[in-house]
């Protein structure tokens, strides 16, 4: 019996060793999975942080060199809507060139024929004042004419009214100087005989109008000279003034 319980002891003591043991064991294992697990799950994070890295750097890779794409893009874009945007304006300036060009052809034909019409306005209105500088010309002189012949006429009208009225003065003192005479002969007569005494008959003033009579005939000639001298004068006139 007591080996029995030896045996039965020893059995607990190996199984408590052995217990031990396992807790040992387990605890190794136990740590070295822990390591295991930490390498394990570190050697995992890194892995997975280098391939996100990796991803992470491929993506940025290509991000770039989508920005560079993207920016020779925008610059081939740019500058083909630059080269559009020239053609474009060029096109619109040559248009508008042309369409200038046009306006002013047309503008010069426009003046041209301005400066033909404006050119045959200045020669027919050269023409008109050139005729208005004859026909102010023949006024003028047609007026100068009608002056002259109105004072001609107002002339001559005074000369043949002058010439009337001498003619008739000059008729009249010819006619009163032929009374004289002979009655100038009678009052020598008279008066001679009054000085001599040789008649009764003579007066006293046969004398005195002898002289006044030979005085009036003198004074009468005087005058006919002078309307005779006047006659002649309205002739001359007449002559120079045409009548």
């Known amino acids: 019996m007591n080996q029995k319980h030896s045996d039965d002891h020893d059995d607990v003591v190996v199984i408590e060793e052995r217990d031990k043991r396992s807790y ?118 047609l007026n100068r004419q009608a002056d002259m012949q109105a004072t001609m006429f107002e002339r001559s009208r005074e000369l043949f009214q002058k010439e009337l009225k001498i003619k008739q003065e000059l008729e009249s003192l010819q006619k009163e100087r032929d009374d004289l005479v002979p009655k100038i002969k009678t009052l020598k007569n008279d008066c001679d005989a009054y000085l001599e005494g040789a008649s009764w008959d003579a007066k006293s003033d046969s004398c005195d109008k002898q002289d006044e009579a030979n005085s009036r005939v003198s004074e009468i000639d005087q005058m006919i000279r002078v309307r005779r001298m006047d006659l002649e004068q309205i002739k001359a006139l007449s002559e120079e003034i045409g009548l």
């Open 24 to 141: 040992l064991y387990i605890g190794i294992a136990a740590a070295l999975g822990l390591a295991l697990g930490g390498l394990v799950g570190s050697s995992v994070t890194a892995s997975k942080w280098e391939t996100t890295y990796q991803a992470l750097e491929t993506q940025y890779k290509q991000a770039q060199q989508d920005g560079a794409d993207q920016k020779v893009q925008v610059e081939d874009s740019t500058e083909k809507l630059n080269q559009e945007w020239q053609e474009k304006l060029q096109t619109a300036l040559d248009d508008q060139r042309e369409q200038n060009k046009a306006e002013l052809t047309k503008l010069q034909r426009e003046v041209t024929e301005l400066e033909k019409v404006n050119a045959s306005l200045e020669a027919e209105l050269s023409n008109r004042k050139q005729d208005l500088a004859k026909a102010d010309e023949k006024n003028d002189k």
